[in-house]
């Protein structure tokens, strides 16, 4: 998944262990996504700042 998406093993492990991704992950993701024709939200729940603060 790592090579796909054109980012580190730590970057994807840390995604997966933690709940949490930066940038070089969903840049990886969005990319990889485009690439192949797939809607990059439909892999991908986004949720405000509000929602996660309660």
Request: glycine content about 10%; charged content about 30%.
């Amino acid at each position: 998944m790592a090579r796909e998406l054109g980012v580190s093993r730590t970057t994807v492990s840390k995604a997966i262990s933690r709940g949490k991704a930066g940038s070089k992950f969903f840049g990886g993701l969005m990319e990889y996504c485009e690439a192949n024709n797939l809607n990059f939200r439909d892999y991908v729940l986004l949720s405000s700042e509000k929602e996660k603060k309660e």
